[in-house]
């Protein structure tokens, strides 16, 4: 799931015409992405530049969304469900993830 949000990113940066100048921006869209899937959305939609995107404080628990709607994608959630019924990962286990 992450991978298909960067590859986009990575390759359009992957030419010889000059793209510098759009590529901060561009760099903070995908951070917000990346972000949504685990910080509150308030808190990102207050972020409207860098400096407020980079002083979000990510460590903090209040601000991360309710772990139950972490988005992990479809497949991981699949691996975890398949895991978790042959027994090789407890609920424990299966919530620290």
Known sequence: MIAKEIQPFLT????DKPLLPFFATEM?????????KF???????DA?????????????FPNHVDLS???VGF????????LK???K??????FEF
């Open 85 to 87: 019924g042959s027994k």
């Open 39 to 45: 910080i509150k959305p308030d808190l990102l939609s």
């Open 69 to 71: 709607k972490v988005k």
């Open 89 to 94: 990962l407890s609920e424990r286990q299966i």
């Open 12 to 15: 359009k940066y992957q030419a």
């Open 75 to 82: 497949a991981a959630e699949r691996i975890l469900c398949e």
């Open 48 to 60: 409207t530049t860098v400096v407020k995107l980079l002083k979000i404080e990510y460590e903090k």
């Open 28 to 36: 903070k869209n995908l951070v917000k992405e990346l972000t949504q």
